[in-house]
C-alpha cells in the first residue's frame, strides 16, 4: 500500500511538473523578438497573406488564449503544426526520436561498461599506481566536455585516420528496409547484419563522446561505494572462508554498492539524451537534437514546444522509473 502511495504521488507530481513545463516553454519562447510568420514567407508577402498566415497558427490571438487553444490540442494528440515542414509535430518529433533514444542507449551502454571496468579495477588495485592512474584518467574525462571529446574524434577517426564515419545515420546507398526508424534494432531483428555495421560506424564517435564523461562519473561513484562496501562484516567473512579477491569484489560486494549508482545512472540518463543536442549537430545525426536546433534557428514554435515537452516527459518518466526500480531493490524502502 506504501508503494501504490508513492506511485500515486509521483504520477501526480509529474503532472505538475510537466504543467509547469509546457507554462514556462510556451510563454517564454513567446517573448523572444521576432515573427515566425515573417521568416517562412517570401520577401514580396503581401499584408494579406501575413495576416492569413497569422490567424492559421493563432497567433492574432492573445498569449493566454493561444495557450489554452494549445494545451487543448495537446491532451488530444495535436501538438500543432510545424512552421517550417507544414507537417504534424509530433509526426516529426516521433519520426526523430528513435534516432536520438538509439544514440542515448548505445553511449550509455559505452559508459557503464567504462565505468564499470574503471571502478572494478581501481577497487581491485587499490592503494596502487593503476588506481591513481584511474583517478587521473576520470579527471581528465570529467573536465573535457562531450563536444570537445567529439570534435577530437572526428579529428583523429574521421580525418587523419578516417575509420568510422562522421556524419549521417547510415549509408544511404544501401538497400535500407526498415519498417520502423529503429535502424539499430530492426537491423538485428532482421539479422541484416551489414546494416547493423554501418549503422554502428555512424554512432559509434558520437556515442562514445557522450558516454566518456558519464563514465568517468560512474567510475568515481561506483569505485567510492565498492570501496565502503568492502570494509562490512559480510565482505570480511567471505575473506575468511577463502574466497578470492575478484570473487569477493563480485559476488560480494559489488550487489551492495551497485545501488547507489543506479540512481545515478537514470538520472545521468535524462542529462545524456539532452546532450545529445550539440553531439547531433557536430556528426549531423538525424536526430531530435540536430531537429531542435533547427527549429530554434527557424523560431518553428510549435515544433519547439513538441520537442522541449517530449524531452520533459522523457525526464520524468526516467526519473520516476529509477526511482520506483531502486525502491524495489532495496529491501529497506520496500518494506518501509
Same mark, same amino acid.
Given at each position: ?15 505538475? +511538473? ?9 510563454? *517564454? ?14 520577401? !514580396? ?8 498566415? +497569422? ?28 512552421? +517550417? ?36 579495477? !581501481? ?45 549521417? %545515420? ?8 526498415? *519498417? ?27 556515442? =562514445? ?9 560512474? !567510475? ?16 570480511? @567473512? ?15 560486494? @559489488? ?20 546532450? +545529445? ?32 515537452? =517530449? ?20 529491501? %529497506?524502502?520496500?518494506?518501509?
Amino acid at each position: 500500500m506504501q508503494l501504490v502511495r508513492s506511485i500515486l504521488f509521483r504520477l501526480a507530481s509529474t503532472a505538475v +511538473t510537466l504543467f509547469g513545463v509546457a507554462v514556462i516553454v510556451f510563454f *517564454v519562447i513567446r517573448v523572444v523578438p521576432g515573427n515566425p510568420i515573417a521568416m517562412m514567407l517570401p520577401p !514580396g508577402a503581401t499584408e494579406e497573406d501575413i495576416a492569413r498566415l +497569422t490567424a492559421l497558427y493563432g497567433f492574432d490571438k492573445s498569449i493566454p488564449h493561444q495557450f489554452v487553444i494549445w494545451v487543448g490540442g495537446v491532451l488530444q494528440g495535436d501538438f500543432g503544426t510545424s512552421i +517550417t515542414a507544414r507537417q504534424p509535430v509530433l509526426d516529426l518529433v516521433l519520426g526523430r526520436l528513435p534516432a536520438t533514444l538509439e544514440l542515448s542507449i548505445m553511449a550509455l551502454v559505452i559508459a557503464v561498461i567504462l565505468g564499470g571496468a574503471a571502478a572494478l579495477t !581501481g577497487t581491485r588495485e587499490r592503494g596502487t599506481k593503476v588506481e591513481a592512474g584511474i583517478d587521473v584518467a576520470n579527471g581528465m574525462a570529467l573536465s573535457i566536455p562531450d563536444f570537445l571529446w567529439a570534435l577530437v574524434f572526428i579529428l583523429l577517426f574521421g580525418v587523419a585516420w578516417p575509420i568510422f564515419h562522421i556524419s549521417g %545515420r547510415i549509408t544511404p546507398s544501401l538497400d535500407l528496409p526498415f *519498417v520502423t526508424n529503429f535502424y539499430l534494432f530492426e537491423s538485428v531483428f532482421r539479422l541484416r547484419f551489414d546494416l547493423w555495421a554501418d549503422i554502428v560506424s555512424h554512432m559509434f564517435m558520437p556515442a =562514445l563522446a557522450l558516454a566518456i564523461p558519464l563514465a568517468a562519473i560512474i !567510475g568515481q561513484l561506483l569505485k567510492q561505494s565498492l570501496k565502503e562496501t568492502m570494509h562490512l562484516d559480510y565482505v570480511t @567473512l567471505a575473506r575468511t572462508k577463502g574466497f578470492g579477491e575478484n570473487r569477493v569484489i563480485l559476488r560480494e560486494a @559489488l550487489p551492495n554498492a551497485v545501488l547507489p549508482t543506479l540512481t545515478l545512472v537514470g538520472v545521468q540518463f535524462t542529462f545524456l539524451i539532452g546532450g +545529445t543536442v550539440i553531439i547531433e549537430r557536430l556528426f549531423s545525426y538525424e536526430g531530435l537534437g540536430n531537429m531542435a536546433i533547427d527549429a530554434v534557428i527557424n523560431r518553428d514554435l510549435p515544433l519547439i514546444q513538441g520537442i522541449v515537452i =517530449l524531452f520533459a516527459v522523457i525526464f520524468t518518466a526516467v526519473n520516476l522509473v529509477v526511482d520506483l526500480t531502486y525502491a524495489l531493490l532495496n529491501p %529497506r524502502l520496500r518494506h518501509a
